[in-house]
Nanobody, 114 residues
Framework: VQLQASGGGLVQPGGSLRLSCAASTRIFSISAGNWYRQAPGKQRELVASITRGGSPNYADSVEGRFTISRDNAKNTIYLQMDSLKPEDTAVYYC?????????WGQGTLVTVSS
């Protein structure tokens, strides 16, 4: 299983980005899809999850600003990030963990700066 994350970049505060995570298999049909992030000097944290049924969950820090979604036909999950803040700067990783086995994307860097 390979997860390919994309969509990161440099954006000004208040701006938007959309991250994508494409899987090489139908893994998101059998597993929740997750987005994590890791800022410099900090531990990796869970940002958003979407269940197989499509129910989303968010960290308090991004609730109301980020939206996770999935397209099962494309084996892809997305993270729409709006009203970005400098503290959102991090490497973002997508993840799937069917039956307790973790699969990670390679990470995509999001930098929020003026």
């Amino acid at each position: 299983v390979q997860l390919q994350a994309s969509g990161g970049g440099l954006v000004q505060p208040g701006g938007s980005l959309r991250l994508s995570c494409a899987a090489s298999t139908r893994i998101f049909s059998i597993s929740a899809g997750n987005w994590y992030r890791q800022a410099p000097g900090k531990q990796r944290e869970l940002v958003a999850s979407i269940t197989r049924g499509g129910s989303p969950n968010y960290a308090d820090s991004v609730e109301g600003r980020f939206t996770i979604s999935r397209d099962n036909a494309k084996n892809t999950i997305y993270l729409q990030m709006d009203s970005l803040k400098p503290e959102d700067t991090a490497v973002y990783y997508c993840n799937a963990n069917p039956m307790g086995t973790n699969y990670w994307g390679q990470g995509t860097l999001v930098t929020v700066s003026s």
